[in-house]
């Protein structure tokens, strides 16, 4: 599935509790600071000339690296701005200075800045490029799950050379994206995967890996290490064997992505995630769910959203009704809430960050691709920065074949690798360019107080009505449309596909 909302989230939550306060700074010191023309224009201008200007300002300011005369009396600018940011928001140097000694939020806010001084300050932010790149590396896989989709199976004819490969995350690089999440298939079960893998990490890009789990033996999760991946996302579908193996199948899965997943939580400096797809067939699981995670001592249990595409568009009864997922959204609420700091759940629903506004203020809020924080007035309007749904906006997906789409859920090829390069696609291609916009979202999503942080799912939008800007049925709030598409569903036949559902939402 999807790995757009988990990684990230480079650190466990008790060290990722101290980064909502630097991150809301240097937005706000952007806001600030970026607000004014000249500036921005200035901005510009150094990064016209140098991809990298901001992103090796950082690390100068963060004594990651010396810089000559020439170089560093033009890195001047961006580091006192900077500075004048820290002293307005009363944060500590050297604080500062250790948070941007890592590549990570380096890269980070030299995208921030770079796009801000594009875009201006909106809500939800608009970037210049995404800060993460879903890869779906491979159409491989060893598994025939139900919900796949990606339909993967056998490897695909088309699938980039390794060349083409290396080509992309120099690109990627080059650009300021944060973080790749390789995917697939399953990524592993290509032998380039490893070179690719570890050029990334030396490029200093944050490495996640979505995987079934039933390769990741002791010396594979090692090797995964070695070559830099930090964040390591385990899909199990039920706590009862039976139940995954049939979802996923193939008998024995269960127990081989059991052991995956344990190898994972012994391996030291590996972040380990159990991703569970909800569904009719395993929600009333979710008290299970949690505790067998607790129990095998992973980091995070994160909440999939069930979309009707590829293989999944076979089984779209099993998609949960609104009120359903409401519930389960409010169960969640709950775990996070009251739940030790060493273990998070989070969702890929967006609209959990209503979920989260709407309990208490003195609670915790999701922050999307972010994790979680306590609420408070700064945490909520950085949740508006973010911006819920991601989709084209914060992040986009590569497929095998070096196809773009605005997400792994949306299958719309907005360009091609092979003959575009990435950063004109993520700039200038229509669909994506649409889905940075929320004025113009249909229904309640339109009209909705928490349209900012959240925004409905594009991808299940896309999935039921055929058109990115229509209602995400998933939510409560949009109950009439889903029950309005589902009379003309009953209706009209049993059974459907959802192109026919589109077409009877016309």
């Known amino acids: 599935m999807s790995r757009a909302r988990s990684a990230l989230s480079a650190r466990s939550r008790k060290d990722s509790s101290q980064e909502p306060e630097p991150i809301y700074s240097a937005l706000n010191t952007v806001n600030v600071f970026l607000g004014n023309a000249i500036i921005r224009k200035v901005i510009r201008g150094l990064c016209a000339d140098d991809k990298q200007a901001?992103?090796?300002?950082l690390s100068f300011y963060s004594g990651q690296n010396t810089l000559g005369r020439l170089k560093k009396l033009k890195m001047l600018p961006i580091c006192a701005f900077v500075e004048l940011g820290r002293l307005s928001f009363h944060v500590d140097k050297s604080k500062m200075q250790t948070y941007f000694s890592q590549q990570v939020t380096r890269r980070g806010l030299s995208n921030i800045i770079k796009s801000v001084a594009e875009y201006g300050i909106s809500k939800p932010l608009k970037l210049q490029a995404p800060f993460l790149v879903v890869w779906n590396y491979t159409n491989a896989c060893n598994l025939r799950c139900k919900h796949c989709y990606q339909g993967a199976g056998r490897m695909s004819k088309d699938e980039l050379t390794l060349q083409e490969r290396l080509n992309i995350v120099d690109q990627l690089a080059d650009n300021d994206v944060v973080a790749i999440a390789f995917s697939g298939g399953e990524a592993l079960l290509r032998d380039d995967f490893w070179e690719v893998a570890r050029y990334a990490s030396s490029k200093g890009l944050y490495l996640s890996l979505a995987t079934n789990g039933t390769l990741l033996t002791k010396d594979v999760v090692r090797r995964l290490k070695d070559v830099g991946v930090e964040y390591f996302e385990i899909s199990l579908d039920s706590v009862d064997p039976a139940k995954h193996d049939a979802f996923r199948g193939v008998s024995g899965a269960w127990e081989r992505t059991m052991a995956g997943i344990q190898n994972v939580v012994a391996q030291k400096g590996a972040y380990s995630c159990i991703a569970n797809t909800i569904t009719n067939e395993n929600y009333r699981e979710l008290d299970d769910l949690v505790t067998l995670s607790k129990r095998v001592g992973v980091d995070r249990t994160l909440i999939f959203n069930f979309i009707p595409v590829g293989r999944g568009s076979d089984v779209i009864d099993i998609d949960?009704?609104?009120?359903?997922r409401e519930h389960v959204l409010q169960q969640m609420y709950s775990y996070l809430s009251g739940q030790e700091e060493s273990f998070e759940i989070l969702t890929t629903a967006p609209q959990f960050s209503r979920v989260c506004m709407m309990n208490s203020k003195k609670g915790v809020m999701s922050l999307a691709h972010f994790g979680a924080a306590g609420f408070s007035d700064k945490v909520g309007l950085l949740a508006e920065y973010i911006g819920g749904c991601g989709a084209g906006r914060m992040y986009c997906a590569i497929q095998p074949n070096g196809i773009v789409t605005p997400?792994?859920?949306?299958?719309?090829?907005?360009?091609?690798?092979?003959?575009?390069?990435f950063i004109d696609i993520w700039k200038n291609a229509e669909v994506m360019q649409s889905l940075r916009e929320r004025h113009d979202l249909k229904e309640h999503c339109g009209s909705c107080d928490y349209r900012n942080v959240c925004g409905g799912c594009r991808a299940r939008a896309y999935a039921y009505f055929n058109d990115i800007k229509a209602p995400d049925i998933g939510c409560i709030n949009n109950l009439s449309a889903y029950n309005e598409l589902m009379q003309k569903a009953r209706a009209s036949s049993v059974g459907l596909d959802t192109t026919e559902i589109a077409e009877l939402s016309l």
């Open 54 to 57: 901001i992103y090796d300002a």
């Open 407 to 421: 997400c792994v859920f949306l299958p719309i090829p907005v360009g091609d690798l092979r003959s575009e390069s």
């Open 320 to 324: 949960l009704p609104p009120e359903a």
